[in-house]
Every structure is written in structure tokens, then in C-alpha cells.
């Protein structure tokens, strides 16, 4: 019943790995983003896909790579993390042909040491 | 471009007392204005949302109205529990039209603490 879920909600890794994070809508929105929070609760948006397609693509390092392979899945892969990529991950969905708010997942807690 | 500024947190207050959280924003175009909460360990919820001057948006005893002559979308409640403590966010999207594609811009949010 959960209308957006990311997995996992906790991640743990060390510098230098490469990590996914993965985002699932069953809203039927068009739209899906990922949001980073910082330490202090800062959101900022990182990326936007309308049906599969980057829309937003935020002064984010190219380390940082979103795949779409449909409308309802949007993934974060992260390559050769660092320690400042520790930060709460949020996928959220809306839809802008209906005009709808946009629908937060439970956030992926990244952490690097 | 488009920002959002909240009061200064944290909020610390007692059981029953009046909440007031301000937030004025800067935005190019038409915005809607939405203010999210976040739960301890949880993600973003929509408290309410007002898509047009003098909208008010209410939820769970919380309100706002949008005031595009002072530019503001304050958060009320006349009487706060326990369960309200939690981080606010105010946050504008661009309606349709325009490269902003319904992306939020948030402010800084507002930690409230609520005591018995």
C-alpha cells in the first residue's frame, strides 16, 4: 500500500564504494525526484524524471547517476562515495499533468565512513 | 529565482499553546505554497497547500494563508499537543508552465518541540 518506497532505509559504506538506492511509485504519477537533506535538514533537489525522460539535473558532482527504466522507478547510483555524501536521500513522485502535490518516500539514511 | 525563508528555530513550546511559524518567499511566476512536516525517523508529509492569493489551506487543525501582498504563507495552530512535535517546511512549486517541472523549493524548516 505504500505509495512511494525506497530501499534500503539505512545505508552504511565506506569511501570509495559505489552504492544504488532504489525508488518505487504505485501512484501512477508521471513525475518522480530525488531530494538530498544535509545534517542541518536542508532540502535541496538533485534530479527530475517526466516518464523516463531527465527533466532537472541540479549542480550535482557526475559521481551522482539517476536511471529511470520506467515511470513508476526512479535509482540513485553513487560512485566513489565520499564522506560528504552522507546525507538523507528522498524520492518523491508527483504527477504535472494532473497537478498534484508531490509524495515523499520514508528517506535512505546514507552514511559514509 | 525563487526562495523560501522560515523563522529561526527551535520552537519550543507547551501543551495547548498558539504556534505560529513564519514563512515569506521570493518567486518568478505563479506559486503554490506548501507546508510539509517531517516526524521523528520519517519522511515528508503534506500538512496543506494553498494554490492561489487569499487560499487558505487547512489539516489537523493547522492553517495557512496565502498573502501574495506581504509574499507569506504563515503556519498557525490555536493549540498544539505532544504529537505536533516534529520539523515544518515551508516550500513553493512553480505551477504549470516554465522549466521549473513542479520542482519544491523549500526553506529551512522549523523544529517544534511541544511539552506535556
Known amino acids: 500500500d505504500t505509495a512511494v518506497s525506497q530501499t534500503p532505509k539505512y545505508l552504511v559504506t565506506q569511501m570509495g564504494n559505489d552504492k544504488s538506492i532504489k525508488c518505487e511509485q504505485n501512484?501512477?504519477?508521471?513525475?518522480m525526484y530525488w531530494y538530498k537533506q544535509d545534517s542541518k535538514k536542508f532540502l535541496k533537489i538533485m534530479f527530475s524524471?517526466?516518464?523516463?525522460?531527465?527533466?532537472i539535473n541540479e549542480t550535482v558532482p557526475n559521481r551522482f547517476s539517476p536511471k529511470s527504466p520506467d515511470k513508476a522507478h526512479l535509482n540513485l547510483h553513487i560512485n566513489s562515495l565520499e564522506l560528504g555524501d552522507s546525507a538523507v536521500y528522498f524520492c518523491?513522485?508527483?504527477?504535472?499533468?494532473?497537478?498534484?502535490?508531490?509524495?515523499f518516500g520514508q528517506g535512505t539514511r546514507l552514511t559514509v565512513v | 529565482g525563487n526562495s523560501v525563508t522560515q523563522m529561526e528555530g527551535p520552537v519550543t513550546l507547551s501543551e495547548e499553546a498558539f504556534l505560529t511559524i513564519n514563512c515569506t518567499y521570493t518567486a518568478t511566476g505563479y506559486p503554490s505554497l506548501f507546508w510539509y512536516v517531517q516526524y521523528p525517523g520519517e519522511g515528508l508529509q503534506l500538512l496543506l497547500k494553498a494554490t492561489k492569493a487569499d487560499d487558505k489551506g487547512s489539516n489537523k487543525g493547522f492553517e495557512a494563508t496565502y498573502r501574495k501582498e506581504t509574499t507569506s504563507f504563515h503556519l498557525e495552530k490555536g493549540s498544539v499537543q505532544v504529537s505536533d512535535s516534529a520539523v515544518y517546511f515551508c516550500?513553493?512549486?512553480?505551477?504549470?508552465?516554465?522549466?521549473?517541472?513542479?520542482?519544491?523549493?523549500f526553506g529551512q524548516g522549523t523544529i517544534l518541540t511541544v511539552h506535556p
Open positions: 516550500a513553493l512549486s512553480i505551477r504549470a508552465g516554465g522549466t521549473s517541472y513542479g520542482k519544491l523549493t
Open positions: 524524471y517526466n516518464n523516463k525522460e531527465l527533466i
Open positions: 518523491a513522485s508527483s504527477s504535472l499533468q494532473g497537478g498534484t502535490e508531490a509524495f
Open positions: 501512484l501512477g504519477h508521471d513525475t
